[in-house]
T-cell receptor
Framework: QKEVEQDPGPLSVPEGAIVSLNCTYS??????FMWYRQYSRKGPELLMY????GNKEDGRFTAQVDKSSKYISLFIRDSQPSDSATYLC???????????FGKGTRLSVIA | ETGVTQTPRHLVMGMTNKKSLKCEQH?????MYWYKQSAKKPLELMFV???????ENNSVPSRFSPECPNSSHLFLHLHTLQPEDSALYLC??????????????FGEGSWLTVV
């Protein structure tokens, strides 16, 4: 079983839809969870950062972590064409350990 | 503009060539990274430097050779590559090499094609 599983998509939604992006993981030691957004031909940029379980909201974006299920989600409300990108989840243990990335989900928001 | 600049943006090289990728960060960070991004695969960490000292090498083949002359510059020297090495090579930096709580800033990447 891969350490981090993420459906690569592509996922295509109409403008204004609520988008749900997900990752599952196998390492119960992961404590830190991140979502990166990567536009075409650009490097990834950090979108959301959460520690342990719970929710974090930032504008139209909500990150959710369920450690009991080893499942994390990123919700995008009122999606816009400018949200079209690849979204990568990443996670790490406590301590100075490297990030483990998912493969990324490609999202297209159609106007 | 993330403050991390990579050159060249695109590179095509033969399997017998020697070339280098260059990265420069203007953020005053102490840690720099090389990642490899292949189609349909997760981002793979290749090398980590903290204060110009290599702190991580994830079993990368010796045909990839990093160099960090100072905390602002990072190179990836390439020689006798294979076609499967074709990928996007991303440079990144952060305040220090602890990922936790440190935002990692990525460059736009260098697209490498090995023919």
């Amino acid at each position: 079983q891969k350490e981090v599983e993420q459906d690569p998509g592509p996922l295509s939604v109409p403008e204004g839809a609520i988008v749900s992006l997900n990752c599952t993981y196998s390492n119960s030691a992961f404590q830190y969870f991140m979502w990166y957004r990567q536009y075409s031909r650009k490097g990834p940029e950090l979108l959301m950062y959460t520690y342990s379980s719970g929710n974090k909201e930032d504008g139209r974006f909500t990150a959710q972590v369920d450690k009991s299920s080893k499942y994390i989600s990123l919700f995008i409300r009122d999606s816009q064409p400018s949200d079209s990108a690849t979204y990568l989840c990443a996670m790490a243990n406590s301590g100075n350990t490297p990030l483990v990335f998912g493969k990324g989900t490609r999202l297209s928001v159609i106007a | 503009e993330t403050g991390v600049t990579q050159t060249p943006r695109h590179l095509v090289m033969g399997m017998t060539n020697k070339k280098s990728l260059k990265c420069e960060q203007h953020l005053g960070h102490n840690a720099m990274y090389w990642y490899k991004q292949s189609a349909k695969k997760p981002l793979e960490l290749m090398f980590v430097y903290s204060l110009e000292e290599r702190v991580e090498n994830n079993s990368v083949p010796s045909r990839f050779s990093p160099e960090c002359p100072n905390s602002s510059h990072l190179f990836l020297h390439l020689h006798t590559l294979q076609p499967e090495d074709s990928a996007l090579y991303l440079c990144a930096s952060s305040q220090d090499s602890g990922h936790l709580g440190n935002t990692i800033y990525f460059g736009e990447g260098s697209w490498l094609t090995v023919v």
